[in-house]
């Protein structure tokens, strides 16, 4: 795993010794930030279920102005910090479920990235908290990586895209107007 682009291009990410970790793939990744790649300079962004951290570090890297990672996972958070070794950027660490952390943020984000475990079915009761807990800004992006089969039945937002890969799938929503 690697920084693809801006400021940190290049650099090598830890990859997870666990199973229980599962980085998005560069590939992936790449897509993501190739879609938004006009949209994270200055962007306040939330990695939700961060993992390695790999995509709010890329998020920094291309100008995020602050990034706030969360994760229950005590083998996440020890990998996310060894991952921004080195960065020394505006971020937050939480270590907590993400109930706890969309009930407690108390600022709007301009970009909001959910990849939890994708068995999880946690993706509904996410975007719920998010609306409910008016955590996206009004013209922010939610992008959500899942199971290709797995499809998010939401109410809260308005889905604009989505891109396969494989077998995975990642979702982009917006506020409804």
């Known amino acids: 795993m690697r920084i693809i682009s801006g400021k940190y291009r290049g650099k090598k990410l830890k990859s997870p010794t666990t199973q229980n970790i599962r980085p998005t793939g560069d590939k992936v990744k790449q897509a993501i930030f190739t879609k938004l790649q006009f949209f994270v300079n200055d962007a306040v962004v939330l990695d939700l279920f961060s993992g390695s951290g790999a995509l709010g570090i890329e998020a920094i ?26 960065i020394n950027e505006n971020y937050k660490i939480l270590h907590c479920d993400y ?42 992006i939610i992008v959500c990586e899942r199971d290709r089969q797995k499809l998010i039945n939401d109410i809260y937002f308005d889905l604009f895209d989505t891109k396969n890969y494989g077998t995975v799938s990642v979702d982009y929503y917006k506020t409804r107007k």
Do not use: H, W
Not at 68 to 74: A, G, I, K, Q, T
Not at 107 to 132: A, H, Q, R, T, W
């Open 61 to 86: 890297s291309r100008g995020a102005k602050k990034v706030v990672f969360v994760d229950e996972s005590l083998d996440s958070i020890k990998l996310t910090k060894l991952n921004l070794k080195d």
């Open 99 to 140: 109930k706890v952390a969309l009930k407690s943020l108390n600022y709007k984000f301009d970009l909001i990235l959910i990849d939890p475990p994708y068995s999880s079915g946690v993706y509904e009761n996410c975007l719920k908290l998010i609306y409910e807990n008016d955590l996206l800004d009004k013209e922010g």
